[in-house]
């Protein structure tokens, strides 16, 4: 229990530190001036996307977070038996770490509004995104080729669902950056394509971190962190 709520409160650390950075803490009636003097306290268009790609990345960390509670609470069951982790998810995991460096250097070049650039880097981060999903189709035929089932045992059923769901997180956000890369090569109004690129790093951002915990479970290092959890709660 000690092991959930230490988790729970990360997530939530990093939930909070990321709305603050969008002046949601700020007090506009301490603000000295004109109301028409601050623009930054505008309700712009900016600012609304990003706090509603916050609410949905807190949702998102909200289902997460119980998913990997249950895990912790079910890993000492007398009928699991951990899976074996394919190596095609090391190659996996570092296919979307680059797809998420490369959405990071589509943010800068969307900055420098150098639109050729931008454009490589968009293509690369979706690229890398599509073979992420198709290596983790892989892994699921390896393991189901050698034996592990869907109902096999509770280690299984864990493996799937929880990787399943992360892939579909995944496919959603592949059909808004692709979306992002047509209007990056269409439109002249630069600010919404800079605007889009940025909601779609961030969220490849959370999505890379939501995955290499999920990694770090199936691999089996979520037993050390529940040993670690406890000698610091004792």
């Not at 570092?94 to 797809?99: D, E, H, K, V």
Request: net charge positive; with cysteine; aromatic share 12%.
């Amino acid at each position: 229990m000690s092991a959930i709520l230490i988790f729970m409160a990360g997530i939530a650390g990093i939930i909070i530190w990321w709305m603050a950075g969008q002046r949601l803490t700020s007090k506009p009636w301490l603000e000295a001036g004109l109301a028409g003097d601050a623009p930054e306290m505008r309700g712009s268009p900016a600012t609304a996307a990003k706090v509603g790609l916050g609410i949905f990345l807190a949702v998102a960390g909200a289902l997460f977070t119980l998913l990997v509670s249950a895990y912790l609470t079910r890993l000492g069951g007398s009928d699991w038996w951990s899976i074996p982790i394919p190596r095609v998810l090391w190659v996996n995991t570092a296919t979307l770490a680059a797809s998420s460096v490369a959405l990071q250097w589509a943010k800068t070049e969307a900055r420098l509004d150098r639109g050729d650039v931008l454009n490589t880097a968009l293509a690369v981060a979706f690229v890398l995104a599509v073979l992420f999903l198709g290596g983790q189709v892989l892994a699921w035929r390896q393991l189901v080729s050698a034996g592990y089932v869907l109902a096999d045992n509770p280690s299984n059923s864990f493996f799937y669902m929880i990787t399943g769901l992360h892939g579909l997180h995944i496919l959603g956000g592949l059909f808004v950056l692709g979306r992002t890369t047509i209007r990056a090569r269409t439109s002249r109004v630069r600010a919404k394509v800079s605007l889009s690129v940025d909601l779609c790093a961030i969220y490849w951002h959370f999505m890379l971190v939501v995955w290499l915990i999920l990694f770090a479970l199936f691999a089996g290092w979520a037993n050390s962190f529940v040993d670690l959890c406890r000698q610091l709660v004792t």
